[in-house]
């Protein structure tokens, strides 16, 4: 599963990353970074992220990040009525102004809203549902307490960012939490967190329903199609594989957006995920695009 990153896994990367990647990666489920409401309504772009032509031909699912049952309804309705059959539940988003507010990982903290939504979920019999969380906002118990509400709802998963929201995305992976909150869980989890070799999935789907990746994907977006072919590309041809995505992503973000400046704020944030091994001259040459 490719992992929901605001800003980056949005439509025009996913459908690039899908036409190069489909025949040699198999089947692989997109999640579109969080779609929430602003001003009593769902964001339109977000909306449109979903809705636009570039996911045709793609498993792409919709998640959405909401603080109380009417922000949830409002969601899912719109969602539905867009045609989603499965919607991602976010209880992961780690930025304190979320958090604050009870939106994303500071979803864990509020049980009582949770239960309103597991008895809600059984009014979208068409929509099957999921969530995407961590252990907990900054005790690592949080998510073992809410295993009796989550196992009440009929999730298809749940994939486990095995951080707390005060770690962000950096620290330890809190792998034997993250064994007893499974251990009392009935649905399946998909791990998610720092996977960026094909033998991290091996070792990982031994262990777990699957995986979802995010960071490592974009600076080796050949990944799921190394560990699918059974053998890890030469630094070379995933380099090669990197550059031609990211060549593609840039001309059809220049074709979208109005002018430089809104291409240069929309092309920046990849800057970060670069691949390692990339030679620094490349490097400086595709940062001055
Ligand atoms: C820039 C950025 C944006 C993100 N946006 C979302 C999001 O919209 N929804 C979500 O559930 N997680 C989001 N995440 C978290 C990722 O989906 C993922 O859980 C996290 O990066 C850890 O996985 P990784 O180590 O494979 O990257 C975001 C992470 C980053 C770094």
Known sequence: ?????????????????????????????????????????????DLRDFTSVLNEGMMLTPQIIFR??????????????????RIDVNMGCPFPPQV??????????????????AEDMANYPAVKFSVKMRLGVDDLTEALALVDILNAMPLRHVTVHPRTA???????????????????LIHPII??????????IEILTEKYAGVM????????????????????????????????????????LEKKLCGK??????IKPYFEYVPASLDKKTVKAWKKI
Do not use: C
């Open 68 to 85: 109380d049952v009417d922000e949830w309804k409002m969601l899912v309705e719109t969602l539905a009525t867009n045609g989603a059959k």
């Open 1 to 45: 599963m490719v992992a929901p990153l605001q800003g980056l896994t949005e439509a025009v990367w996913r459908s690039v990353h899908q036409r190069l990647f489909a025949e040699l990666q198999g089947e692989v489920e997109y999640f579109t970074p969080f779609i929430r409401v602003e001003k009593g309504n769902v964001r339109a772009r």
């Open 100 to 117: 604050k507010k009870g939106r994303g990982a500071g979803m864990l903290q509020h049980p009582e809203i949770i239960g309103r939504i």
């Open 261 to 266: 400046s809104q291409f240069r704020d929309k």
């Open 166 to 184: 005060k770690q962000q995305y950096k620290g330890a992976l809190h792998l034997k939490e993250l064994s007893d909150f499974s251990s009392k």
């Open 191 to 200: 791990f998610n967190g720092e996977i960026s070799t094909p033998s991290d």
């Open 213 to 252: 990746v995010g960071r490592g994907l974009l600076a080796r977006p050949s990944l799921f199609a190394e560990y699918r072919s059974g053998e890890e590309w030469s630094v070379e041809k995933r380099e090669e594989a990197y550059l031609n995505l990211m060549r593609d992503v840039s001309s059809e």
